[in-house]
């Protein structure tokens, strides 16, 4: 045993052709350059910008425009304050209420077109497919403002539409009614959108090896069978990640509810969303005085439920994906 500071260095223990490539190891700069204008990107329009909304919302500003530091006090006005918090908690709860219909609708219709399209022999199914996935191509500003035109009561072609086929006494100006405004623009990003779904499920379907389905067409399994009992578990990855990309978009839902209802979100503030909401309290409109730190503030709420909502699935959903797959 050499003493402590006497210890041979423990390259002479390696061999001299393992000294010498560690000698001529350099420093891969090339994966510096190609990665230096993503990073620097990201950084001056993604991350900086964030935590400058972070450390806004610890602060309030007054009639000159000076900054003083509060604390939590925003946070705590936003969420107890009754002239802050009846909207805030009003367009939390129409931002579950817009999830929940993409989840109850959009995503098991995604699911069943994809299916339909994994078919084999399917007629058109190309044709199909790229119907329903070109809406998602188009501005969400033209997707509102056309079907604004088709369910207008007054110059819309929804109605006719509706008593040719013998349905015009359902016929309801839906988009300004406070029951069905929320539910109308739902419906109408479910439309929009459900091609997002349909072709990543598609693609996990296609995925699913040929040599299982074959062997359980062997065995005398139904169509039915193969699909919840074989294609359905392997594609549950697939399905959590349209989960969480529908949570992640609706919370950040913000043009068609602008582009349909404007900033006030009406009737009477039934489709206000936590984008619109934030509009208002960041820029201001009408008779509302903008503040940049609450509406730093508000940005901050809604990061951190994003926040949580992706850790929780994380955490509870595909931590078991995981294992299963295991």
Do not use: C
């Amino acid at each position: 045993m050499f003493p402590p500071r006497l210890r041979r260095p423990t390259h002479f223990l390696l061999s001299p052709k393992t000294r010498m490539n560690l000698q001529n190891k350099k420093f891969p700069w090339h994966i510096v350059v190609f990665l230096a204008p993503a990073v620097i990107i990201y950084s001056m329009f993604s991350a900086l910008p964030l935590l400058d909304t972070l450390r806004l919302g610890f602060y309030t500003s007054n009639d000159a425009g000076v900054h003083s530091f509060v604390g939590l006090a925003n946070y705590h006005t936003i969420l107890f304050d009754s002239d802050w918090s009846k909207a805030f908690w009003n367009a939390m709860l129409n931002n579950v209420k817009f999830f929940a219909i993409h989840m109850l609708l959009q995503n098991p219709i995604g699911l069943l077109l994809a299916t339909l399209f994994s078919l084999k022999g399917l007629r058109g199914a190309r044709t199909y497919r790229t119907l329903i996935f070109l809406p998602t191509l188009l501005s969400v500003v033209i997707i509102g403002f056309i079907w604004q035109l088709i369910l207008s009561p007054l110059w819309g072609v929804g109605e006719g539409l509706m008593t040719h086929v013998g349905l015009g006494d359902y016929f309801a100006p839906w988009l300004g009614q406070e029951s069905t405004a929320l539910l109308t623009l739902g419906l109408v990003s479910v439309w929009q959108y459900v091609g997002i779904p349909m072709m990543l499920i598609y693609a996990a379907l296609l995925a699913v090896p040929e040599e299982v389905l074959e062997a359980a067409y062997a065995e005398g399994a139904s169509s039915f069978r193969i699909f919840w009992q074989i294609k359905l578990p392997l594609i549950l990855p697939t399905l959590g990640l349209v989960t969480i990309l529908t949570f992640v978009a609706n919370f950040n839902a913000f043009d068609l509810i602008y582009s349909v209802k404007g900033a006030l979100a009406g009737p009477n503030y039934t489709t206000d969303i936590l984008g619109t909401f934030f509009y208002r309290t960041f820029f201001g409109y009408q008779a509302q005085i903008g503040s940049p730190t609450m509406g730093a503030a508000v940005a901050t709420l809604m990061f951190l439920v994003i926040l949580l909502g992706v850790a929780s699935y994380f955490y509870f959903v595909q931590r078991k994906l995981t294992r299963y797959e295991l």
